[in-house]
């Protein structure tokens, strides 16, 4: 039978790696923010992928739709 103090050591560690995902996480959206205003400052428009198409985000307010992304599983790979 497990002892409490192995099963608490097992409780920590999953409670560790929750938190450094959450950090991980957390610096990712907020690094991708500040990337996307920088560009939008220093370009003029963004290119983002929204509701299954390529669009371009102008500073202006408007967007362009440039194309639809296919759905998922149709691509065709050829592997040699």
């Known amino acids: 039978m ?4 192995n099963n608490k050591e097992h409780t920590s560690a999953k409670r560790a790696n929750y938190l450094t995902k959450r950090i991980l996480v957390r610096a ?3 690094g991708g923010a500040l990337a996307a205003r920088r560009a939008m400052e220093l370009m003029g428009y963004i290119v983002v992928a929204e509701n299954g198409h390529v669009i371009r985000k102008y500073a202006d307010g408007r967007s362009e739709q440039i194309t639809q992304i296919p759905p998922s599983g149709t691509t065709k790979v050829a592997f040699d």
């Not at 497990?2 to 103090?5: I, M, N, V």
């Open 2 to 5: 497990a002892s409490g103090r």
């Open 28 to 30: 990712t959206r907020s």
